[in-house]
């Protein structure tokens, strides 16, 4: 069965998701962000099958989040290595991890702990704003056509009352 291409969808969310497509990419990802690059130590570590990870590991690599470098040759067997696009993602992994430990965690904590090393103290990611610096809640933010929605959708009037509604949070309320 194939799956619906979100990759020409006018929305960041909805591409990112075409890129990610399934838990097993972020648990790839992860696994990356936490020093694995071997398929066998990706198979080990998560114990996915070796076509699934083939596949999750194809589309990473297709999406520029990947590059693969041979470090062995006979028989020839890869590395997986981040690129600046695949590092810049470590934002979104944290910001989920912040998640799940405020929300999904039982009583005894936090199942991993980050430290950041430039000052070395345990912390967690917190979504601000670039402006002030504030934490960003949804209440506390309008979305709004940007220069790359394509201009054919905005007169579309569910698209304009879509952002309109959006514009005037007090008709949130009313929903």
């Not at 990759?7 to 696994?31: F, H, K, M, Q, Y």
């Not at 996915?48 to 590991?57: G, K, Q, V």
């Not at 934002?91 to 430990?101: F, H, K, R, T």
């Not at 967690?124 to 054919?152: F, I, K, M, N």
């Amino acid at each position: 069965m194939r799956r619906t291409s979100f990759d020409n969808w006018p929305c960041s969310i909805a591409r990112t998701v075409d890129i990610l497509g399934d838990g097993w990419t972020l648990l790839v990802l992860r696994e990356v962000f936490y020093g694995e690059s071997r398929f066998d130590g990706f198979i080990t570590s998560l114990g996915i099958a070796r076509n699934t990870l083939t596949d999750r590991l194809r589309r990473l690599e297709d999406a520029g989040l990947l590059h693969r470098r041979a470090y062995q040759a006979d028989p020839v067997r890869h590395a997986y290595l981040l690129t600046d696009k695949g590092r810049d993602f470590f934002g979104v992994l944290a910001a989920l991890n912040a998640w799940g430990d405020r929300w999904l965690a039982d009583d005894s904590g936090a199942p991993v702990i980050m430290r950041h090393t430039a000052c070395g103290h345990d912390t967690h990611a917190q979504v601000v704003c670039s402006s002030c610096g504030e934490p960003l809640r949804h209440e506390e933010v309008d979305v709004r056509t940007g220069p790359g929605y394509p201009a054919r959708l905005l007169d579309d009037p569910g698209v304009r009352a879509r952002f309109e509604r959006n514009a005037h949070p007090e008709a949130a309320a009313d929903r």
